[in-house]
């Protein structure tokens, strides 16, 4: 019998008001503020408690109640909504020109210079507005055509940083609130690949993401979606209650238990916009969701009131636009670059376009699956999305320009470079060249990942020059680099006397590395930089490794049967012995690995692990754990220094809390390791 079984309906109705309040208060500290102060599994059960009230009680249960953010009955389609105060837009500026214009007439209108904006992300998204009535969130509506919008309110109750009662004692009896729903990139990405799992569309972008997730007749749906909420603003409010100026205004948002982005800030004329814009132009590749650019809004209110409106949109707001990460452009042709391993890339050819603030030339299309999914032809108009420092990508394939007689994308058969099988392992995506070292262009890549930075780190040995090596035959393997000659390299384009001899003593200097370097300089196949150093810190010589069997290689953290397999395969083959052999000879060289050692600063604790962790597995927990000193167990006891516990725990929680041993939720996991 559950505790909601033996209330009296008074008890329950109290317990029920409670609860409701009590998960509302912790769904603001992890989501608006980052500070929880339960661990998941706790909320899970005061969840589950409500859950059973309303079941047995459902009178009590009330708009505000955090039950609803399951999402609710499907609805046949939505209900129009009219904003009483309208859904403006900005205007756009695209250069410093512009915006100068802008702070001029602002200046102008107001009579005065040194102007103080708001300065805030513009955030790529959609539009919403929330009304709240004597503290409860009783409406949520899309911006529509700006006047007339469509009812959402069941979706909107679903997303977590939408407060469905206010924070604090005091509150406008009305209050509109307004913001942008956004879909993080990793959202998105888990959305996506979510999507592809179940045979269903990909969203092209997150914006649209996040547009499809709150616009569905079943809320339930969008309850699954990672959407997200930044508040930037109020429509129809109570007046008398709020503050004179734009930021003011926004801290009072905070306290009613809006979450506000950490980037909005006060600065002053045009160059503190423009300082404002540069620092978010940095910034932006390394947000965790998209902008699109900056907007700045005039701070005082009484002056927004002086400067007024033009048509749909403020004069005394603008939004500062970044270069578009996504272009149109047409596919000149396709080609096939083989890798390192092997491994058959489609690259499509484009007519340059300007795109992320670069001229983009060329498109990742992945693997044959990507191609077939995008169908992208030789001919085709496509859109182009470069995001920061990734490769650009074709988005999707603009189908209604599609000329007519365009023939479907092939893998081809064979190796575009060597001529040998392509094969393609069941199960795998990629496509590979089965001609190993004896394919250039796998050679060339193998000295390339020889020389990068992780690995040999040969300063001065770039892609071109290693081109031009293998081109005129004096580069064969990674062994022969050591054996070229000052006159050989002089005698390179773009190299001289002295690039030869800088080259010369980077090569010299590169023979002093690190036994993980040179196991992952010898670029085995999904052997990456950390395997490579697991490799090192297991096996204390390369000896050993070369001579591990499969079994004791899988003893090896990150070792699995397959990565086990390609190591065997590759140290058994005698052509890559004889590099091995010959590297050595010429001096490459590494102190033998000491010990484990390092910084053990969890030696002598002892962690148990339950329930799922959303940012790696129990394995991975393990070892990071284990690498910093400390033992993981599988069961809890006194010796126990602290129970880590995810999402959905086990018994041993249970447990850990009777033995009164210390319960840690996934951000103090985090922070223990050194990851927050
Ligand atoms: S303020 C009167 N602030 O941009 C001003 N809008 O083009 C109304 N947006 O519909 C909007 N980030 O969806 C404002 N920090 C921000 C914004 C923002 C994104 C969107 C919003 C609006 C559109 C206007």
């Not at 470069?386 to 990508?393: N, Q, T």
């Not at 690039?499 to 090569?507: I, Q």
Request: net charge negative; charged share 30%; hydrophobic share 35%.
């Amino acid at each position: 019998m559950s505790k909601a079984d033996t209330l009296s309906p008074e008890q329950a109705r109290e317990r029920a008001a409670y609860l409701r309040d009590e998960i509302n208060r912790h769904n603001h500290l992890y989501y608006v503020l980052d500070q929880p102060e339960i661990p998941d599994a706790e909320y899970d059960r005061l969840m589950r408690e409500l859950q059973a009230l309303e079941t047995r009680f459902p009178e009590l249960r009330t708009p505000d109640s955090p039950t609803c953010r399951v999402g609710s009955a499907p609805l046949k389609d939505f209900q129009e909504v009219r904003h009483v105060v309208p859904m403006l837009s900005l205007s756009n500026v695209f250069s410093e020109q512009e915006l100068a214009d802008f702070n001029r007439r602002v200046e102008e209108r107001l009579g005065h210079g040194g102007v103080v904006y708001a300065a805030e992300p513009k955030f790529d998204g959609l539009a919403i507005s929330l009304v709240y009535e004597d503290g409860v969130m009783v409406r949520a509506a899309t911006r529509g055509d700006g006047v007339r919008g469509e009812d959402v309110t069941p979706n909107a109750r679903t997303i977590p940083t939408v407060p469905l009662k206010l924070q604090g004692q005091r509150w406008p009896a009305l209050l509109e609130v307004r913001g942008e729903v956004i879909m993080s990139h990793d959202g998105f990405e888990a959305l996506n690949r979510q999507q592809r799992e179940h045979g269903k569309k990909e969203f092209v972008n997150p914006r649209n993401a996040a547009a499809g997730s709150l616009r569905q007749l079943d809320s339930s749906i969008t309850a699954e979606r990672p959407l997200e909420v930044y508040y930037y603003g109020v429509g129809e409010v109570s007046p008398g209650w709020l503050a004179d100026t734009h930021m003011e205004r926004l801290q009072q948002l905070r306290e009613w238990g809006f979450r506000i982005n950490a980037h909005v800030r006060k600065v002053t004329g045009l160059r503190g916009c423009l300082g404002y814009y540069n620092e978010m132009l940095d910034l932006r590749d390394s947000l965790p969701y998209d902008i699109d650019g900056v907007v700045y809004k005039v701070d005082s209110v009484a002056e927004q009131e002086t400067l007024g409106f033009i048509s749909r949109a403020p004069r005394w707001a603008v939004a500062h636009k970044f270069p578009a990460q996504e272009e149109m452009t047409v596919v000149e042709a396709i080609d096939v670059q083989v890798g390192r391993t092997g491994k058959l890339t489609p690259v499509a050819r484009l007519r340059p376009v300007f795109v992320g603030g670069v001229t983009v030339t060329n498109a990742t299309l992945h693997n044959q699956d990507e191609v077939e999914r995008k169908d992208v032809r030789v001919g085709d108009t496509v859109i182009v999305r470069r995001a920061g420092d990734v490769i650009p990508e074709i988005v999707s394939v603009v189908k209604s320009r599609r000329p007519k007689g365009l023939q479907r994308f092939r893998m081809p058969e064979r190796c575009p470079v060597c001529g040998a099988r392509v094969e393609r392992i069941e199960g795998e995506a990629d496509a590979r060249c089965t001609a190993g070292l004896s394919c250039p262009a796998q050679r060339r890549e193998a000295i390339k990942h020889f020389a990068s930075r992780k690995a040999m780190d040969i300063e001065g040995l770039g892609d071109k020059l290693v081109d031009a090596l293998v081109e005129k035959g004096l580069v064969e393997t990674p062994a022969d680099l050591y054996e070229l000659t000052h006159e050989q390299l002089a005698g390179m384009p773009r190299m001289g006397d002295k690039s030869a001899d800088n080259l010369l003593r980077a090569l010299e200097k590169s023979k002093h590395t690190t036994l993980a370097r040179f196991i992952y300089a010898l670029g085995i196949r999904e052997v990456g930089e950390a395997t490579a150093r697991q490799l090192a810190l297991h096996f204390d010589s390369l000896e050993s490794i070369m001579t591990a069997s499969i079994d004791e290689l899988q003893e090896v953290e990150d070792v699995g049967p397959v990565v086990a397999g390609h190591i065997v395969n590759f140290f058994r083959e005698e052509r890559n012995r004889e590099v091995i052999g010959r590297l050595i000879e010429q001096g490459v060289r590494w102190e033998d690995a000491a010990p484990r050692q390092g910084k053990q600063p969890l030696a002598g604790n002892t962690y148990v692990i339950t329930g799922t962790l959303s940012s790696m597995n129990r394995n991975e927990a393990r070892d990071r754990l284990q690498a910093l000193g400390a033992k993981v167990t599988s069961s809890v006891s006194k010796k126990t220094t602290a129970v880590i516990c995810g999402e959905n725990p086990g018994s041993k929680y249970d447990k850990a809390r009777d033995l009164g041993i210390e319960i840690l939720d996934e951000q103090a996991f985090l922070s223990l390791i050194g990851e927050r």
